[in-house]
């Protein structure tokens, strides 16, 4: 079983550490600006090529500037205490073990979680259990 993921974007950051506004980079780049601000919230995921521009441009790696994150990280971290509480007692595990779904890799999430105790957290956090995770394909 692994994660699904979603590509995040540190493009703001390095951005802003350049002191340089988002019209000016996307001219640089050749987009909208409103196109720059889409990838700095992470609604919108760049072609290769603008890739490769922004990187050029912030004089960083891509693998430094976009990554890949687990869906439920954010899931959990927008959750109060009180909620991730009730969710553990309901999936029958405790809170430390929930609160490490966000920081796990996908070896580790086979290891430490059976199937039926993720269906239950999926089921608790209003979501469905293939937004979430992925079965491995069977040979």
Excluded: W
């Amino acid at each position: 079983m692994r994660f699904k993921k979603k590509i995040v974007s540190r493009i703001k950051q390095f951005r802003e550490e350049l002191e340089l506004p988002q019209l000016e980079l996307a001219k640089l780049v050749g987009v909208s600006r409103q196109t720059i601000y889409y990838l700095e919230r992470g609604s919108y995921n760049p072609s290769l090529t603008i890739s490769f521009k922004i990187s050029e441009i912030l004089k960083k790696p891509i693998h430094d500037i976009f990554y890949q994150e687990p869906v439920i990280k954010d899931i959990l971290e927008g959750k109060s205490l009180a909620e991730l509480r009730e969710i553990a007692e309901i999936a029958c595990i405790n809170l430390e073990k929930l609160a490490s779904l966000s920081e796990i890799d996908d070896e580790q999430l086979t290891k430490d979680f059976k199937e039926d105790t993720l269906i239950k957290i999926a089921l608790e956090l209003g979501i469905d259990f293939e937004d979430l995770f992925e079965k491995e394909a069977e040979n």
